[in-house]
């Protein structure tokens, strides 16, 4: 059965109430590490990630009535993912009373001494670098990079084009190596 076959089965579950539950916990465990992934890369603490990925999911379940299969249920609960990822952080600036590159700089600083982060300088260097660009080409780099996704998904994910994409793409590329050549 391809994924498309799984999510159309799911979603039809869900969306029936026929077996809810079931369809649910196979959802969770068809893209929880994926989603994981994505929050961990935008809020770079992995108890707050879970929090964010519980949260993500509750919403999931709650709105999936709401799909409308315009977007792959993949690409619709990334999104959801990401403004809950954006959500949290901005909480979390506001809470701490920093700005959000003041906040930014702090969780980059704090994957250091974080035990479940297993990079090594070469990966503080690339969340340093990560933490100069701009959201989108943030997103659109995180997205590509680290989760290989395909322009198309990308752009359905952050509803732009895919010419967009590349474009920001190429962007943080350029940008990343430039302060890499510098540190």
Same mark, same amino acid.
């Given at each position: ?6 999510e ?7 969306q ?5 539950d079931?369809? *649910?916990?196979?959802?969770?465990s068809l893209?929880k590490?994926r989603?994981?992934?994505h929050?961990?890369?935008?809020v ?7 929090d964010v990925?519980q949260?993500?999911f509750i919403k999931?379940f709650?709105?999936?009535?709401n799909?409308k299969?315009d977007s792959k ?5 990334y999104r959801?993912?990401?403004n809950?990822?954006i ?15 003041e906040?930014?700089d702090?969780?980059i600083d704090?994957l ?7 990079g090594d300088?070469?990966?503080i260097a690339?969340?340093?670098?990560l933490?100069t660009l701009?959201?989108k080409?943030?997103q659109? *780099?995180?997205?590509?990079y ?9 752009a359905?994910i952050l ?6 994409c590349?474009s ?13 050549k510098?540190?």
């Amino acid at each position: 059965m391809t994924e498309q076959e799984k999510e159309d089965k799911i979603i039809q579950q869900l969306q029936s109430n026929k077996q809810a539950d079931q369809a *649910f916990s196979e959802l969770v465990s068809l893209y929880k590490e994926r989603l994981y992934w994505h929050i961990r890369n935008m809020v770079k603490n992995h108890e707050d990630a879970n929090d964010v990925l519980q949260n993500t999911f509750i919403k999931v379940f709650r709105y999936i009535k709401n799909f409308k299969g315009d977007s792959k249920l993949y690409s619709w609960m990334y999104r959801i993912a990401t403004n809950e990822s954006i959500t949290f952080l901005n909480k979390k600036a506001k809470k701490l009373q920093l700005s959000d590159q003041e906040l930014q700089d702090q969780l980059i600083d704090n994957l250091e001494s974080d035990v479940y982060f297993e990079g090594d300088k070469i990966q503080i260097a690339l969340q340093k670098a990560l933490n100069t660009l701009p959201e989108k080409q943030r997103q659109v *780099f995180n997205m590509k990079y680290f989760q290989d996704l395909k322009y198309k998904e990308i752009a359905e994910i952050l509803e732009v084009t895919e010419g967009a994409c590349k474009s920001n793409y190429h962007h943080a590329t350029k940008k990343i190596e430039e302060y890499l050549k510098r540190d």
